[in-house]
T-cell receptor, first 117, second 113 residues
């Protein structure tokens, strides 16, 4: 089946640090990747939609300069949390969707737990 | 704007009992998904429902879809402790080109011995 690898699984760093999270589709080409944020005991909130070779589309209220998204190839998207602060601590999950047909589901990565001290 | 409402949000049940989780959505959709999430983990796909009247079953879980009522149900039969998790329904918005998912708030299921 379709596998999405997300790395790292956990990050603990100091306030002011920039953190990069990678999302890779291992056995399929992903035209579209999605980045979600999940607070404890809450649902997933879509942050942005990333299409290969074009700028990401951010959801309302998500700061583009704070959460930089790059989707340079059909198998890799990255999310960089710039100058992270404690309020950015959260569980970040990516998903990837194959580029064949409208019925293709999203395949989810294992998530990255980000803790900013 | 597509809205997805799930209820109940919290469900505590005894082993061996049956119960149903409901998922209502506000606009026409292409398909609906059910996911399971264990604490500290990502999402595990359970079911995808594509058409009106669709019913899918896996073990003690059965999902159904009524597109006219914009309602999906996840029925739990003879619950066991291993089913304790958070369950999310998610609906694909058919009006866009990226097939975004809109999630319900989730149902935290606790199955007690």
């Amino acid at each position: 089946g379709a596998v999405v690898s997300q790395h790292p699984s956990r990050v603990i760093c100091k306030s002011g640090t920039s953190v990069k999270i990678e999302c890779r589709s291992l056995d399929f080409q992903a035209t579209t990747m999605f980045w979600y944020r999940q607070f404890p005991k809450k649902s997933l909130m879509l942050m942005a939609t990333s299409n290969e070779g074009s700028k990401a589309t951010y959801e309302q209220g998500v700061e583009k300069d704070k959460f930089l998204i790059n989707h340079a190839s059909l198998t890799l998207s990255t999310l960089t949390v710039t100058s992270a602060h404690p309020e950015d601590s959260s569980f970040y999950i990516c998903s990837a969707r194959a580029n064949t047909g409208s019925n293709q589901p999203q395949h989810f990565g294992d998530g990255t737990r980000l803790s900013i001290l | 704007e597509l809205k997805v409402e799930q209820n109940p949000l919290f469900l505590s049940m005894q082993e061996g009992k049956n119960y149903t989780i409901y998922c209502n959505y506000s606009t026409t959709s292409d398909r609906l998904y059910w996911y399971r999430q264990d604490p500290g983990k990502s999402l595990e796909s359970l079911f995808v429902l594509l058409s009106n009247g669709a019913v899918k079953q896996e073990g003690r879980l059965m999902a159904s879809l009524d597109t006219k009522a914009r309602l999906s149900t996840l029925h739990i039969t003879a619950a066991v402790h291993d089913l304790s998790a958070t369950y999310f329904c998610a609906v694909v918005y058919s009006g866009g080109s990226n097939y975004k998912l809109t999630f319900g708030k989730g149902t935290l299921l606790t199955v007690n011995p």
